[in-house]
């Protein structure tokens, strides 16, 4: 059997397995454990010490899945470290690298040869073996997953000032832990060798590094070129992968012939160019929406292929052998981690409660810590597979622990919202209407669809008591304050009246005076009621000339009325307000917004503005927006990422209408 035919059928085959583990590792959050854990067991479970339906011959041919997808992955990785808006959390993510990158690599250095006399490979090597061998674990340690990170925040929905800090902390700890281990691996090379370090290793060392970083924001030059061509998504979306790949098989190029060349390894690291590559794409290049689109397109199929290779490719029987020293290992980092994110935590500034647990989201290896794991134990065979054994047996430690850890931080702090919770994580919206009837029933069933707490409230006690299919209706006794805050109509971001138009005046006079509702929405029977609503803010309904205006624009423009009364599917049209201090200031071009969401208007202390790229947010500014429901949900969260060390009535004060509704001006019109 050729070789291409064999890779072929093991590709063939392991993609059988990849579906089943998709499918499968969907249960596992119902044990509180993330789909992560999943296809890492389901991989494990169908390697080739189980199962066996991923032979162990296999796993040389499947290579290329596992280094497409740690490229794509960096791609992903680079494209979180978005600068504009991680300038809020800027200090603490600063403070937070150096504490783990400081602490980590040195405490976990120090201590590995600190027992390296007791650990069997270790302890007959030379002190300055011992030395290089320490700095390389103390380097692999410090490694962190991209990729489990940002699957366990997409898995939460979490947004929020330390989710924030984690994935900056993540993305810029990889790019200098790779450094770090590039500088490593030569004096290690210079340690083991004997070679004096003179000022031709430090040349290369920095030419390797140039050459890196160089590659990289060519590689983001190209792929900004790719992404203004006119080709369908998905056609860029396997040209990206496909670029990815070709930069590791241009790092084994420079490899071999750099060898036979010039008589030296010269090492480039496919990783790092990767996620300068997509940095220099968001932050600099022109396609920044679409780029972030593929990522989120390709980026759960990687996943799949990615831990279910990963998962393959643990060898148990390593595992077997060298638990004792692996645990060890394991909880040296752990204990060196919690050093480094306490004392970088309090630098930065965070809470104490907070920093006690602030470790949690750092703890996950994969991809990046077994790529250098495999780098070391091929340069060195002597002592290269116990090397191996060990530090992988660590690594899946650590990534069986990792991501549940990640995700009871997330938990603890507040900032997870996963499908079960409703869209608003400091306030649940409420809605006071007044007056029982059909139209009430049919409005309360809808704002309830749309996760709304509904209360109708009606002065007919018998009526009241009756069962309105899951409707909540109360009675008062008559129109007066009290009576009204009985019903927490002070408490309500809405109150819709539909009684007669001097029961609706009183009401919303109450609401004006004593409450400062956000919104009031108001039936009139009688124009000349019109204009004393008006004066109090309220939104005006009037059924002798609304379905002639809706009609109207239904025909004349079709979409955008369909789209507004939410008659399209999966299509909805909300207002969401931007509670979020790091994007204060920020315009809405340098925010990273889903390609398929669309800001009608921007309203500012009862201005409404016409959104532009160029309009600057404000706390407190209410967003019309237009687009995809799960879209919607994505930008509610980034606008609504509040610091949940705020007071939240602080946070959702409700400001008092006192004028009535200005006209719509330009942005420009307004100061900044």
């Known amino acids: 059997m050729t070789i291409s035919l064999e890779i072929i059928i093991f590709t063939i085959g392991f993609l059988i397995v990849a579906t089943a583990a998709n499918r499968i590792s969907k249960y596992f959050p119902k044990a509180k454990l993330p789909v992560i854990s999943g296809l890492l067991f389901i991989g494990i479970l169908s390697g080739p010490f189980i199962l066996n339906f991923i032979p162990k011959k296999s796993l040389p041919h499947l290579q290329f899945i596992n280094e497409a997808s740690l490229a794509f992955i960096a791609f992903a990785a680079g494209a979180e470290l978005f600068l504009k808006e991680l300038k809020g959390r800027m200090k603490s993510i600063k403070w937070m690298t150096f504490g783990q990158l400081f602490f980590t690599f040195g405490l976990s250095a120090a201590a590995v040869l600190f027992f390296s006399n007791r650990i069997p490979f270790l302890s007959d090597l030379d002190f300055s073996v011992q030395l290089a061998i320490a700095l390389l674990i103390g380097t692999i340690f410090v490694t962190r997953s991209p990729a489990s990170a940002i699957a366990v925040i997409n898995e939460m929905r979490a947004k929020g000032p330390y989710t924030q800090t984690a994935i900056g902390v993540t993305v810029i700890k990889d790019v200098l832990v790779i450094i770090l281990f590039t500088i490593c691996f030569s004096v290690a090379g210079a340690l083991i060798n004997n070679v004096p370090f003179d000022f031709w290793l430090v040349v290369i060392l920095f030419g390797e590094l140039c050459l890196s970083i160089f590659i990289g924001f060519t590689l983001g030059l190209l792929m900004n070129w790719l992404l203004g061509r006119s080709l369908p998504t998905i056609a860029k979306a396997i040209l990206l992968v496909l670029l990815g790949y070709s930069i590791y098989l241009l790092a084994h190029f420079v490899h071999d012939q750099s060898l036979i060349s010039f008589g030296f390894e010269l090492y480039i690291e496919p990783l790092l160019i990767c996620i300068i590559a997509s940095f220099v794409v968001v932050n600099y290049g022109s396609h920044r929406r679409e780029f972030i689109t593929i990522i989120e397109l390709v980026v759960p199929t990687i996943y799949v292929l990615f831990y279910t290779l990963t998962g393959a490719s643990v060898s148990l029987d390593v595992l077997a052998q060298a638990w004792a020293v692996a645990l ?165 971001d809405a109150i819709v009246m539909l009684n007669q138009d001097e029961d609706n005046l009183r009401v919303c006079e109450l609401a004006y005076e004593h409450f400062g509702t956000r919104d009031l929405v108001v039936r009139v029977n009688e124009r000349s009621y019109v204009s004393k609503f008006i004066e109090l803010g309220a939104l005006i309904v009037e059924p002798t000339t609304v379905m002639v205006s809706l009609m109207d624009h239904l025909v004349r423009s079709p979409i955008a009325t369909s789209l507004l009364l939410g008659m399209e599917k999966d299509q909805d049209t909300v207002d969401i307000e931007m509670q979020n201090r790091d994007l204060h200031g920020l315009p809405l071009r340098d925010i990273q917004i889903p390609s398929d969401l669309i800001i009608l208007a921007t309203k500012r202390n009862n201005n409404t503005l016409i959104s532009t790229g160029y309009t600057q947010l404000r706390v407190g500014d209410i967003l019309t927006v237009v687009g995809s429901i799960e879209s919607i949900e994505k930008f509610r969260l980034k606008m609504e990422n509040v610091d949940r060390n705020l007071d939240r009535k602080t946070k959702s004060k409700r400001k008092k209408i006192s004028s009535k509704e200005k006209p719509i001006k330009k942005d420009t019109d307004l100061p900044a």
């Open 328 to 492: 060890l290992f394991f909880t040296i980092r752990l204990l060196s981690m919690m050093i480094g994110a306490f004392i970088g935590g309090t630098l930065g500034g965070d809470p104490i409660k907070v920093n006690r647990f602030s470790w949690m989201p750092y703890v996950t290896q994969a991809g990046v810590a077994i790529g250098l794991v495999s780098v070391v134990a091929a340069k060195y065979p002597e002592w290269g597979p116990q090397f191996a054994a060990i530090l992988i047996a660590v690594i899946v430690l650590n990534e069986i622990c990792g991501p549940p850890l990640f995700k009871w931080f997330i938990i603890m702090v507040g900032e997870g919202h996963t499908k079960t919770e409703r869209l608003h994580d400091n306030k649940i919206q409420k809605a006071i209407i007044f007056g029982l009837e059909g139209q009430s029933l049919a409005l309360a069933r809808q704002l309830m669809d749309h996760d709304w707490e509904v209360k109708i409230v009606t002065r007919n006690e018998e009526r009241a008591k009756l069962a309105y299919n899951g409707v909540q209706v109360t009675s008062i006794k008559e129109l007066s304050l009290s009576e009204l805050k009985k019903t927490e109509a002070d408490q309500a």
